[in-house]
Nanobody, 119 residues
Framework: QGQLVEAGGGLVQPGGSLRLSCAAS????????MHWYRQAPGKERELVAT???????NTADSVKGRFTISRDNDKNTVFLQMNSLKPDDTAVYYC?????????????WGQGTQVTVSS
């Protein structure tokens, strides 16, 4: 069974930076598509960034130019570098992994890490 463990959240002032990490285990990380989602209080969970097994990336319009997703396949870890943070970025951030094993799709979620942007 796959596991994802996020780290790096916390309290930061507007304009500041944070780097989230997500350590994966129990599945083939290198062939998985990895995502970062977030969920703010009273709002639905939204997709923030995606990185494919080949390293292709995509980010939501709301964070484009400020957030960068990357991965280290040797360390089975995906990162989310968040710069120029705004109060609207306050949310619980979740790591997500998707892939196929024996032609069956798997989907794994982390437990989430809180990011609070406030002065």
């Amino acid at each position: 069974q796959g596991q994802l463990v996020e780290a790096g959240g916390g309290l930061v002032q507007p304009g500041g930076s944070l780097r989230l990490s997500c350590a994966a285990s129990g599945f083939t990380f290198s062939t998985s598509v990895m995502h970062w989602y977030r969920q703010a209080p009273g709002k639905e969970r939204e997709l923030v960034a995606t990185i494919t097994s080949g390293g292709g990336t995509n980010t939501a319009d709301s964070v484009k130019g400020r957030f960068t997703i990357s991965r280290d396949n040797d360390k089975n870890t995906v990162f989310l570098q968040m710069n120029s943070l705004k109060p609207d970025d306050t949310a619980v951030y979740y790591c997500n992994a998707r892939g196929f094993k024996f032609f069956r799709q798997y989907v794994y979620w982390g437990q989430g890490t809180q990011v609070t942007v406030s002065s």
